[in-house]
Nanobody
């Protein structure tokens, strides 16, 4: 089992910045991709950004140029620096870790609220 603990959410004005962090513990061997997803009220959970153990990046078009994902494999952490925040970025942000073995296993954090006021 993998445990993911997020931190860093909060309330910020439009144009501001926040940094989310996620620490992984437990059976973290063979974790390949880590990343962030978000879910706004009444909407489906969507990908924000992911990073593989080899450093390959993937961003949602809506956050490109504003958000930066980073990973420390030695510390088993993944972070999301969010700049130029917009009200439409308001959502619960979830940390994700994915293990690829016989199949794909996804692990999720408890979520952290990010609210951007206009």
């Amino acid at each position: 089992q993998v445990r993911l603990v997020e931190s860093g959410g909060g309330l910020v004005q439009a144009g501001g910045s926040l940094r989310l962090s996620c620490a992984a513990s437990g059976s973290i061997f063979s974790i390949n991709t880590m990343g962030w997803y978000r879910q706004a009220p009444g909407k489906q959970r969507e990908l924000v950004a992911t990073i593989t153990s080899g450093g390959r990046l993937n961003y949602a078009d809506s956050v490109k140029g504003r958000f930066t994902i980073s990973r420390d494999n030695a510390k088993n952490t993944v972070s999301l620096q969010m700049n130029a925040l917009k009200p439409e970025d308001t959502a619960v942000y979830y940390c994700n870790a994915q293990r690829i073995g016989v199949g794909i296993t996804n692990y999720w954090g408890q979520g952290t609220q990010v609210t951007v006021s206009s």
